[in-house]
């Protein structure tokens, strides 16, 4: 007999449904798989043979031939495990009065028949149902990730046995309830402690980030060793936006593929990446031997990729970083395809001003020579600067500012004026597919963003004493339309402008 059951496979961030035909024949006993399944697939006959055993089910001692359709995809993973373990029951006749095609099966096997969680699951549910799928039986170890998805039956299971029961109608699993969705950044700035209440001094710092989040900008810092670089960066997450419900599932999808969901089955705080300087350009960009796994860049999607001491990056790994940040994704070729991962990150950096740390620096000489410093600034290459809409020194402060008992502006007062700057930009490029300033092309510019006459004359004048490139006259611009929103300004003044334009220090540097 010919059995047929429906699971998924995971390629890239999409679902595609894969067809279990099972054929049991009398004949000598074999156990063939086809289909391109990979090693973890194939090891299943033997997590399969034993689950069924220990669950009290007879496995087949019959030619048992296994299709996993297409037959031009590659399967990998373990979750088409359940989905093999009912087509051979129904093969055998054990589940023969049950109507199986309108429900799609996955989930891992133990030997003893418990379901194991599965990566993924997430991003093939939502394929699933956009291919018409409306019942679906998982691991109950999945239920959290799973319990966010409306208008579609999910059965959480703990074991095999527990399936075929509910399946012949001897046991009902309670179908999962849909759960609502709440956003919690304040939840990231308690596991970090992070608040700018508690960075001392460095105004021209905190009014940089206050920009570069409330337009999604990029932002690098420049300053001596312990001025409080990564403690500013630890903060950005306290001011961002909320996620929406959309955000966070496609965020939940990146993760879920990733294998990093934790335990709320959401990811309900926007992302803070802080790969180490040592990181490839694979674990950077995605990709891998066998699987293709998305990588920093996607992880940080949504959210911040924080790369402390850029200089001291593999020089391909930060020049694999320019076209993600242009396009807002990235595209991984392999062998097997090319897949296609969302990369809409707010890129933040910083590092020394020289190999020392001191150079520029008010309280403390640097010991560099001219040709050291050069060679240093160099490892960073002008087109990826020319990408860093905002770049800003951070000086060491005094012994005073440090031992100051006064707080400063704390990061919920200034998250209200960035939800309020990201509200006039959601309104205006409503009909446009972005949401931020950082995101406008040429097109956009010309129509939100018209310059005064006096405004082009002060672009003229740092256009030509600083040699900026064309992106880097565009780039002020967006950040002068974001410090306009952040006044409440229809209109782009001169003074948005000239502050636009003294973010850019290392254009000014010799």
Same mark, same amino acid.
């Given at each position: 007999?010919?059995?047929?059951?429906?699971?998924?496979?995971?390629?890239?961030?999409?679902?595609?449904?894969?067809?279990?035909?099972?054929?049991?024949?009398?004949?000598?006993?074999?156990?063939?798989?086809?289909?391109?399944?990979?090693?973890?697939?194939?090891?299943?006959?033997?997590?399969?043979?034993?689950?069924?055993?220990?669950?009290?089910?007879?496995?087949?001692?019959?030619?048992?031939?296994?299709?996993?359709? /297409? *037959?031009?995809?590659? &399967? $990998?993973? +373990?979750?088409?495990?359940? %989905?093999?373990?009912?087509?051979?029951?129904?093969?055998? !006749?054990?589940?023969?009065?049950?109507?199986?095609?309108?429900?799609?099966?996955?989930?891992?096997?133990?030997?003893?028949?418990?379901?194991?969680?599965?990566?993924?699951?997430?991003?093939?549910?939502?394929?699933?149902?956009?291919?018409?799928?409306?019942?679906?039986?998982? /691991? *109950?170890?999945?239920? &959290? $990730?799973? +319990?966010?998805?409306?208008? %579609?039956?999910?059965?959480?299971?703990?074991?095999?046995? !527990?399936?075929?029961?509910?399946?012949?109608?001897?046991?009902?699993?309670?179908?999962?309830?849909?759960?609502?969705?709440?956003?919690?950044?304040?939840?990231?700035?308690?596991?970090?402690?992070?608040?700018?209440?508690?960075?001392?001094?460095?105004?021209?710092?905190?009014?940089?980030?206050?920009?570069?989040?409330?337009?999604?900008?990029?932002?690098?810092?420049?300053?001596?060793?312990?001025?409080?670089?990564?403690?500013?960066?630890?903060?950005?997450?306290?001011?961002?936006?909320?996620?929406?419900?959309?955000?966070?599932?496609?965020?939940?999808?990146?993760?879920?593929?990733?294998?990093?969901?934790?335990?709320?089955?959401?990811?309900?705080?926007?992302?803070?990446?802080?790969?180490?300087?040592?990181?490839?350009?694979?674990?950077?960009?995605?990709?891998?031997?066998?699987?293709?796994?998305?990588?920093?860049?996607?992880?940080?999607?949504?959210?911040?990729?924080?790369?402390?001491?850029?200089?001291?990056?593999?020089?391909?790994?930060?020049?694999?970083?320019?076209?993600?940040?242009?396009?807002?994704?990235?595209?991984?070729?392999?062998?097997?395809?090319?897949?296609?991962?969302?990369?809409?990150?707010?890129?933040?950096?910083?590092?020394?001003?020289?190999?020392?740390?001191?150079?520029?620096?008010?309280?403390?000489?640097?010991?560099?020579?001219?040709?050291?410093?050069?060679?240093?600034?160099?490892?960073?290459?002008?087109?990826?600067?020319?990408?860093?809409?905002?770049?800003?020194?951070?000086?060491?402060?005094?012994?005073?500012?440090?031992?100051?008992?006064?707080?400063?502006?704390?990061?919920?007062?200034?998250?209200?004026?960035?939800?309020?700057?990201?509200?006039?930009?959601?309104?205006?490029?409503?009909?446009?597919?972005?949401?931020?300033?950082?995101?406008?092309?040429?097109?956009?510019?010309?129509?939100?963003?018209?310059?005064?006459?006096?405004?082009?004359?002060?672009?003229?004048?740092?256009?030509?004493?600083?040699?900026?490139?064309?992106?880097?006259?565009?780039?002020?611009?967006?950040?002068?339309?974001?410090?306009?929103?952040?006044?409440?300004?229809?209109?782009?003044?001169?003074?948005?402008?000239?502050?636009?334009?003294?973010?850019?220090?290392?254009?000014?540097?010799?």
């Amino acid at each position: 007999m010919v059995s047929k059951v429906i699971c998924y496979a995971i390629r890239g961030l999409d679902g595609v449904p894969v067809e279990v035909e099972t054929d049991v024949n009398k004949g000598i006993p074999q156990y063939e798989m086809v289909g391109l399944p990979d090693t973890a697939v194939k090891e299943s006959k033997e997590r399969v043979r034993s689950a069924l055993k220990n669950s009290g089910l007879l496995f087949p001692v019959n030619k048992i031939t296994i299709n996993f359709a /297409p *037959a031009d995809i590659k &399967k $990998e993973g +373990a979750s088409f495990d359940l %989905a093999v373990a009912i087509s051979l029951l129904k093969a055998s !006749e054990q589940l023969v009065e049950r109507d199986l095609s309108g429900i799609v099966f996955l989930g891992e096997l133990a030997l003893g028949g418990q379901l194991r969680p599965v990566s993924g699951l997430l991003p093939i549910l939502i394929s699933a149902k956009g291919h018409g799928y409306r019942k679906f039986i998982i /691991p *109950a170890a999945n239920a &959290k $990730e799973a +319990a966010f998805l409306g208008d %579609a039956e999910i059965y959480p299971a703990n074991t095999l046995k !527990e399936v075929v029961q509910h399946l012949l109608g001897e046991v009902t699993i309670a179908p999962l309830q849909t759960e609502e969705f709440i956003a919690s950044c304040t939840a990231g700035a308690k596991k970090t402690a992070a608040d700018l209440k508690y960075v001392k001094g460095q105004p021209i710092a905190r009014r940089a980030l206050e920009i570069a989040v409330a337009g999604g900008h990029n932002v690098l810092m420049v300053g001596p060793p312990g001025t409080g670089k990564t403690m500013l960066a630890r903060c950005l997450p306290t001011i961002m936006p909320d996620l929406s419900f959309e955000e966070a599932l496609e965020i939940t999808k990146i993760h879920s593929v990733a294998g990093m969901l934790g335990e709320d089955g959401i990811v309900s705080v926007r992302p803070f990446r802080t790969p180490h300087h040592t990181a490839t350009t694979v674990s950077m960009c995605g990709g891998g031997n066998k699987a293709v796994h998305p990588g920093e860049i996607s992880l940080a999607h949504g959210g911040v990729l924080f790369l402390d001491e850029l200089p001291e990056y593999n020089r391909s790994t930060l020049e694999a970083l320019r076209q993600p940040l242009e396009d807002g994704k990235i595209s991984v070729s392999r062998a097997g395809g090319t897949y296609t991962y969302p990369a809409r990150f707010m890129l933040c950096a910083s590092m020394n001003p020289c190999p020392c740390g001191n150079y520029g620096s008010a309280e403390r000489d640097c010991t560099c020579t001219a040709s050291e410093i050069r060679r240093y600034r160099k490892k960073v290459s002008g087109p990826l600067l020319d990408r860093i809409d905002l770049q800003v020194e951070v000086d060491n402060i005094s012994y005073d500012e440090l031992t100051s008992s006064a707080e400063g502006e704390s990061s919920e007062s200034v998250k209200e004026r960035v939800n309020a700057a990201r509200n006039v930009q959601r309104s205006r490029f409503e009909d446009c597919g972005i949401n931020t300033n950082a995101e406008m092309s040429e097109r956009e510019l010309s129509t939100f963003c018209p310059l005064s006459s006096e405004c082009d004359v002060i672009l003229r004048v740092a256009f030509e004493s600083m040699n900026l490139s064309a992106r880097a006259r565009s780039r002020i611009v967006k950040v002068a339309r974001t410090i306009a929103d952040l006044d409440g300004c229809d209109e782009i003044l001169p003074k948005h402008v000239y502050e636009a334009v003294s973010y850019r220090i290392y254009d000014k540097m010799d």
